[in-house]
């Protein structure tokens, strides 16, 4: 059982969290590796103390690197993963054994960089960005435990992310849709050059299924630095799923075999894929298929069984059923809408959805409205959400306004959703109804802040402060960035987010601007306005 952290500890890893955010944010970018590169150079090139798996894509690439990072897990490596943007606190960003750095060791990475941090700040033309230092704290952290091997997730696209310094030996590029289109492109074949980046020379490349365009894009860039690919429906995918209970029973063809009842405690079809990808990734950098034998389906079985993945249609309660999802884009949003139709019985599904503002919100409104009943439209708290207003009168145009509701904050909002619930329970039903949290990561993420009250619970492996006991003493040591090119480094630019609130009421019909909001429990510092 966890231990009360002790407070001037928190106190530290709070003012650490502070700084970071005071940097150059996650919402703006200037494409180029120099910092970055200058950064791990003084740090004498940390993330080539150790083999990597980089991952991009637009959809899927968190869950499929802690699938990779669990199944790397049981066949005894030591394993660093770094993942964006975090759930609940910063800390879940980098992880050691499938664990969140505590957060001592958080500090303490922070202040072992700092001064090389201060030597790249004075030295070039714009100080480091926020990502930027994070990623040196996660290589220099990887180095240090050491790890057997590193899976990072690209915060934006490939090419210009700060993650691509490192080389991956394996990169894996999850399912790609237009997302970030303001960037990276509005098609997929435009989006597909910026990710391909990944592929270095002779890497091994588990490439997803892709439409035509893109698929195209990436294997030409292969073909370009001799890597070789594995391709979804090819070389490995997933032969059979079925429901189960808690999750799935999945068949899945690897680059050497298959492996029968595979147990995936998630849900969704997508998520199936994700662990045919993750499998084969393994597989890959393993050397199956290149001279290696096939991995033991026992060990692929167990690790499967454990996999976790936060915010991710995870239920958080029952009576109604609660639902959490971070999708943010129309093409996750249809893979939830898919997940929810084929693997829940609901028979009144109420959403509650807030989103962020410079996201294609039509998109996901419109995919998720066949399977919604009605819905709560709220917001988060930071500056790039979507004022619930604004979002209602969207919501108004696809749902109706007989299947509309408003609540501004989330806490109340998420009340609202389930007492509309509980009065929709058929009665004589076993099905009854549900509510589902979505919208954004950032949405996702502080509503499980507010139903798990358990931090035990809330981060995963229930290891993510100092002085929890672990199992294992030699081990003690969790949604893509929106970013504006060349934008203004000051972070006045969102400011006009909510202008005037006075017209937002709440689930009583009162207005928001006469509710003493002070006791909120987020803060736009906290999130740093990032979801994927």
């Known amino acids: 059982m966890a231990k009360n952290v002790d407070s001037e500890l928190q106190e ?27 950064l791990t150079e003084l740090l004498g090139d940390p993330q080539k103390a ?23 897990r049981e066949l005894n490596l030591r394993t660093g993963r770094f993942t964006s943007p975090h759930l609940e606190s910063m800390n ?19 202040e072992d960089i700092r001064p090389y941090v201060d030597i790249v700040d004075g030295s070039q033309e714009f100080p480091l ?17 050491p790890v057997d091997v590193a899976v990072l997730e690209v915060g934006l696209g490939g090419t210009w992310d700060c993650t691509n310094v490192a080389d991956g030996q394996v990169a894996v590029i999850t399912p790609i849709g237009v997302d970030h289109a303001h960037i990276l492109g509005d098609t997929p074949a435009l989006i597909a050059s910026e990710k391909a980046g990944i592929i270095k020379e002779d890497a091994l490349v588990i490439l997803a299924e892709q439409p035509l365009e893109a698929a195209e894009v990436i294997l030409r860039r292969a073909g370009e630095v001799h890597a070789t690919v594995a391709r979804e429906g090819l070389e490995y ?38 662990a045919a990808t993750a499998l084969a990734a393994v597989e890959a950098f393993l050397g199956v298929g290149r001279g290696g034998t096939a991995l033991d389906p026992d060990v692929v079985r167990e690790a499967f069984a454990k996999v976790t993945s936060p915010g991710r249609l995870e ?119 549900g509510v589902i949290v979505t919208g954004s990561v950032v949405t996702a993420g502080q509503a499980r802040t507010l139903l798990v ?10 290891h993510s402060f100092e002085d929890v006991q672990f199992e294992d003493s030699e081990k003690e ?47 736009d510092e906290e999130y740093g306005g990032d979801d994927r």
């Open 477 to 523: 040591d969790f949604d893509d960035r929106d970013l504006d090119l060349f934008g203004d480094r000051d972070r006045e630019g969102d400011q006009d987010r909510e202008g005037d609130r006075s017209g937002d009421q709440d689930r009583d019909g009162n207005r928001s601007g006469d509710r003493d909001d002070s006791h909120d429990d987020f803060s």
């Open 92 to 110: 879940e960003r980098i992880t050691l054994d499938g664990a969140p750095i505590p957060i001592r060791r958080f500090v303490e990475v922070y």
């Open 237 to 274: 995918g997933v032969v059979e799923r079925q429901q189960a209970v808690g999750g799935q029973l999945v068949t899945i063809k690897g680059l050497v075999g298959q492996y029968t009842d595979v147990f995936l405690p998630l849900y969704g079809a997508h998520m199936a894929h994700n």
């Open 50 to 72: 150790y083999p990597v798996i980089h991952i991009t894509g637009t959809n899927g690439k968190t869950s499929t690197a802690r699938m990779i990072e669990t199944l790397l």
């Open 315 to 433: 239920v958080v309660r029952r009576g109604p059923t609660v639902i959490l999802d971070a999708t943010h884009n129309p093409a996750g949003a249809r893979a939830t809408a898919q997940a929810l139709a084929d693997d829940f019985t609901f028979e009144h599904l109420v959403g509650v959805l807030g989103m962020m503002r410079d996201k294609d919100v039509a998109g996901i409104l419109e995919a998720l409205e066949p399977v919604l009943n009605e819905v709560v439209i709220t917001q988060n708290t930071t500056e790039r959400a979507m004022p619930a207003a604004v979002l209602a009168e969207l919501a108004t145009e696809i749902f109706g306004a007989e299947r509309v509701h408003l609540a501004t904050r989330l806490d109340d909002a998420i009340d609202l959703a389930i007492g509309l619930a509980e009065q929709a329970i058929p009665a004589g039903t076993s099905s009854g109804a």
């Open 453 to 462: 009250r358990d931090r035990a619970e809330r981060v995963e492996d229930r």
């Open 129 to 145: 960005s926020f990502f930027e230092v994070i990623t040196g704290m996660a290589f220099a952290a990887f180095a240090d435990a």
């Open 12 to 38: 530290q890893f709070e003012e650490v969290e502070h700084e970071l955010l005071e940097r150059w944010p996650e919402t703006k970018m200037d494409p180029t590796l120099a910092r970055v590169r200058a």
